[in-house]
């Protein structure tokens, strides 16, 4: 009997199959540089809003190897990260995978594939997915002209200070305001936002609140740095759309860049969508560079049994 694949939803009250559900990705990130569950996932399968999914290899009867996780997904709400530990891959397992994963997921479905791995745009091809969105990382060093005001300083009446008790509720309503139409950073809750809050890298004083004359909050520049790390990372930045091309964005992002300057880091980096023209040019014109990019891949409909794809 040959070796088989099962998909199995892992308890995470049970630390091994924890362990093993998370070991996979590490793995990966391991090899590729990157991890393939991004942010939003890993917090959605934290907070049961969508499933974590195992896939573990089964020896056959004559067999002396042990059962082994192989590959990891995230499932639910029509999304699907799915990752295979870079020692299985080559062997037909991802293949393999995708067909049970997709056999329990109808209708529109959307996945990443974070690094455009080659692989990932293989299994989406011969699936029916095609690209929707590409999402660029960039990286830039630090130094004093990234960060230094320029001409364009903050107008009259706006100033700048730290995120406080009390401003979630606030904060979110910009944000879903100013990124209405974004998939991910525009549905953010106070629940959503708590739950960045309760991370270790988390620091209050990294979240920049711009407000005007009148106290409204009016934009933001929020800075991530992991414990003892010396690479941050632009978290997010927004300006209240009625107050573009007043150069806004541009003082938050340079806040943002001293901020990260002022904790000891020595290089940034971002993400941002590539068909936001504007961003990508400011961003190298200070200097940042390409290092990654994501895509996204959707389904619109459903194709049918997922088997009988060539």
């Known amino acids: 009997m040959s070796d088989s694949l099962r998909l199995s939803v892992p308890d995470f009250d049970d630390p091994w199959q924890r362990e093993a559900f998370f070991d996979v990705a590490a793995a990966a990130i391991d090899v590729d540089g990157h991890d393939p569950f991004n942010e939003q996932a890993r917090l959605d399968v934290e907070s049961g809003r969508r499933s974590p999914i195992i896939v573990t290899l089964w020896p056959g009867e004559s067999a002396a190897a042990l059962v082994r996780p192989v590959g990891a997904a995230i499932l639910g709400r029509g999304e699907l990260d799915f990752v295979i530990d870079p020692l299985f891959r080559g062997k037909g397992y991802g293949e393999l995978a995708a067909r049970g994963l997709l056999a329990t997921a109808r209708g529109t479905l959307t996945a990443w594939s974070n690094g455009d791995h080659p692989a990932a745009k293989l299994l989406a091809e011969r699936h029916g997915f095609t690209p929707v969105r590409a999402l ?82 009016v934009g933001y520049g929020w800075v991530k740095i992991e414990p003892g790390a010396t690479e941050g990372a632009l978290y997010v930045l927004g300006v209240d759309a009625a107050l573009t091309d007043r150069g806004l964005g541009r ?27 504007p961003a990508v040019h400011l961003f190298r014109a200070l200097g940042f560079q390409e290092q990654t990019i994501d895509v996204q891949y959707r389904r619109a409909s459903d194709p049918g049994d997922p088997f009988i794809h060539s």
């Open 251 to 277: 003082q938050l992002l340079r806040a943002a860049l001293a901020r990260l300057v002022e904790r000891g880091c020595t290089v940034a980096g971002l993400s941002v969508e590539a068909d936001n023209e």
């Open 136 to 217: 660029i990382h960039l990286a830039a060093t630090l130094d004093e002209g990234m960060t230094r005001p320029g001409t364009d300083t903050l107008p009259d009446g706006f100033s700048l200070g730290p995120m406080r008790p009390g401003d979630e509720q606030e904060w979110v309503d910009l944000n879903a305001r100013i990124f209405d139409t974004h998939p991910e950073q525009g549905r953010l809750t106070v629940d959503d936002l708590h739950a960045r809050q309760a991370e270790p890298w988390f620091d209050a004083g990294d979240a920049l609140l711009l407000r005007d004359a009148s106290g409204r909050l």
